[in-house]
T-cell receptor, first 113, second 111 residues
Framework: AQSVTQPDIHITVSEGASLELRCNYS??????LFWYVQSPGQGLQLLLK??????LVQGIKGFEAEFKRSQSSFNLRKPSVHWSDAAEYFC???????????FGTGTKLQVIP | DAGVIQSPRHEVTEMGQEVTLRCKPI?????LFWYRQTMMRGLELLIY????????DSGMPEDRFSAKMPNASFSTLKIQPSEPRDSAVYFC?????????FGPGTRLLVL
């Protein structure tokens, strides 16, 4: 069965600092991997996705993620965090060609001045 | 495109009442998903449809919950009778292949 682990429930970073949110997945074949962001009171917005090819994926809002098959990880990064990045971030995994994705429990990001 | 549209955005009702949540998926998307989000359980998939047909309803918590998709542009999630433990944010999402695109959610409070 597929699963996703986001080990950090809450992270606090200073504005302008770099950010890395961790995501580990469990899936036996080639996965689809996603990162979503949820601002307070809003729905989930897709940041980026990985299907195949280049393991470094660029997304919206200056985010990127790197797929590492050997580590079963898909960590999200941003070189310089802005106050508007404060939100909850969800990693998700789904098998190729199948719609039922599994979401992680989320990481809440707090940005301090 | 307007994105996934959900209504109402907020719903407050009393225990025992029927609640109907509505969703209009993105045009051309043939998959539709209903999720529930709570602090305790996170984001849970309740049911999803493909071409208006329910594919997997294993996440529907009880018989009090039902979902329909009468056509490609409309779906409903109904709770009858509602209970306080149904209080949550309910999201609808749609997709053509991957990924899923989420609506803004309906915040339900059952008193």
């Amino acid at each position: 069965a597929q699963s996703v682990t986001q080990p950090d429930i809450h992270i606090t970073v200073s504005e302008g600092a770099s950010l890395e949110l961790r995501c580990n997945y469990s899936y036996g074949a080639t996965p689809y991997l996603f990162w979503y962001v949820q601002s307070p009171g809003q729905g989930l917005q897709l940041l980026l996705k990985y299907f195949s090819g280049d393991t470094l994926v660029q997304g919206i809002k200056g985010f990127e993620a790197e797929f590492k098959r050997s580590q079963s990880s898909f960590n999200l990064r941003k070189p310089s965090v802005h106050w508007s990045d404060a939100a909850e971030y969800f990693c998700a995994v789904g098998p190729l060609g199948y719609q039922k994705v599994t979401f992680g429990t989320g990481t809440k990001l707090q940005v301090i001045p | 495109d307007a994105g996934v549209i959900q209504s109402p955005r907020h719903e407050v009702t009393e225990m025992g009442q029927e609640v109907t949540l509505r969703c209009k998926p993105i045009s051309g998307h043939d998959y539709l998903f209903w999720y529930r989000q709570t602090m305790m359980r996170g984001l849970e998939l309740l049911i999803y449809f493909n071409n208006n047909v329910p594919i997997d309803d294993s996440g529907m918590p009880e018989d009090r919950f039902s979902a329909k998709m009468p056509n490609a542009s409309f779906s409903t999630l109904k709770i009858q009778p509602s209970e306080p433990r149904d209080s949550a944010v309910y999201f609808c999402a749609s997709s053509e292949d991957s990924p899923q695109y989420f609506g803004p959610g309906t915040r339900l409070l059952v008193l």
